[in-house]
């Protein structure tokens, strides 16, 4: 008879042990289980591990100021969250504004200790945190190119005389550009622009303004749009002098063939295709 009634009290201690072990794995913090960004990098899909919400009485959708998200300081960004309440993901929608060399990665962190509640109330750890994977290369206009044929602007050709540009975009932000007019069947270009660049992601599409700043032939400012577009890969380029001119700058609101207001039509835009 003791011999039975031991037996059932280990039984009964072994429910205890178990029940309290299942209880105390459901009552984990929610954690952070993946961060991937996407190949055009404007968004970061977050997977947790399991469904979260902003308040603890199961309540309230993520936002910006649920989730503090950091990068290299070379990179320049600005983001916003999209989540519905319970849901076990969340999407983190980015604006990237400078280049991306490819080996960047984003930190997804609580932006408190009371930021991302459980089903069940238990808040995400301060110190939860995980790294994205690398964000895709976007160089903007950095490279070589090759303008020639139909794909030079019909204003530079009717103007200028131009028949052939040949631009090189540094990664030190300096640039050359040269100019065959012509008749020209040498390997010496006619003119040779050299000078620095300023360039910044727009939050219109793939364009990016640009900036020259031009130290010769002669000191000059020329601003402007340009995107880079895929399948094929052609580089579409549009600017004007700005310094002592009354000429204004196209905008990537109003897109290309905005220069001068839209005075000149598309006879101002330069196409490029990709050298190296």
Same mark, same amino acid.
């Given at each position: 008879?003791?011999?039975?009634?031991?037996?059932? #009290?280990?039984?009964?201690?072994?429910?205890?042990?178990?029940?309290?072990?299942?209880?105390?794995?459901?009552?984990?913090?929610?954690?952070?289980?993946?961060?991937?960004?996407?190949?055009?990098?404007?968004?970061?899909?977050?997977?947790?591990?399991?469904?979260?919400?902003?308040?603890?009485?199961?309540?309230g959708a993520l936002d910006a100021t649920s989730l503090t998200v950091t990068a290299p300081a070379e990179v320049e960004f600005?983001?916003?969250?999209?989540?519905?309440?319970?849901?076990?993901?969340?999407?983190?929608?980015?604006?990237?504004?400078?280049?991306?060399?490819?080996?960047?990665?984003?930190?997804?962190?609580?932006?408190?200790?009371?930021?991302? @509640?459980?089903?069940?109330?238990?808040?995400?750890?301060?110190?939860?945190?995980?790294?994205?994977?690398?964000?895709?290369?976007?160089?903007?206009?950095?490279?070589?190119?090759?303008?020639?044929?139909?794909?030079?602007?019909?204003?530079?050709?009717?103007?200028?005389?131009?028949?052939?540009?040949?631009?090189?975009?540094?990664?030190?932000?300096?640039?050359?550009?040269?100019?065959?007019?012509?008749?020209?069947?040498?390997?010496?270009?006619?003119?040779?622009?050299?000078?620095? @660049?300023?360039?910044?992601?727009?939050?219109?599409?793939?364009?990016?303004?640009?900036?020259?700043?031009?130290?010769?032939?002669?000191?000059?400012?020329?601003?402007?749009?340009?995107?880079?577009?895929?399948?094929?890969?052609?580089?579409? @380029?549009?600017?004007?002098?700005?310094?002592?001119?009354?000429?204004?700058?196209?905008?990537?609101?109003?897109?290309?063939?905005?220069?001068?207001?839209?005075? #000149?039509?598309?006879?101002?835009?330069?196409?490029?295709?990709?050298?190296?």
């Amino acid at each position: 008879m003791k011999n039975k009634a031991l037996f059932l #009290l280990t039984i009964a201690f072994a429910g205890i042990v178990g029940f309290s072990s299942c209880s105390k794995e459901e009552n984990l913090a929610p954690e952070i289980k993946t961060a991937e960004v996407s190949t055009d990098n404007k968004t970061i899909a977050v997977t947790f591990s399991e469904s979260v919400y902003s308040k603890a009485d199961k309540t309230g959708a993520l936002d910006a100021t649920s989730l503090t998200v950091t990068a290299p300081a070379e990179v320049e960004f600005t983001y916003t969250v999209t989540h519905t309440a319970g849901s076990g993901t969340a999407t983190i929608n980015l604006t990237v504004t400078s280049i991306i060399q490819g080996t960047e990665k984003f930190t997804i962190k609580p932006a408190s200790a009371t930021a991302i @509640y459980d089903s069940e109330g238990k808040a995400m750890e301060a110190g939860e945190m995980i790294e994205s994977n690398a964000a895709t290369k976007d160089l903007g206009i950095m490279g070589s190119w090759l303008s020639e044929g139909e794909n030079v602007a019909p204003l530079l050709v009717t103007y200028f005389n131009v028949a052939k540009v040949e631009a090189q975009f540094n990664t030190n932000f300096t640039y050359t550009v040269n100019q065959f007019n012509i008749g020209n069947t040498t390997a010496v270009p006619d003119l040779v622009f050299t000078g620095t @660049y300023e360039i910044e992601k727009s939050t219109t599409g793939n364009i990016w303004t640009i900036t020259c700043n031009q130290d010769l032939p002669y000191a000059a400012i020329a601003a402007g749009i340009f995107e880079v577009k895929t399948s094929p890969e052609v580089l579409w @380029y549009e600017v004007v002098q700005t310094s002592g001119t009354p000429n204004v700058p196209p905008t990537p609101e109003a897109g290309f063939g905005s220069s001068n207001g839209g005075s #000149l039509g598309t006879i101002n835009i330069q196409k490029f295709v990709r050298v190296q």
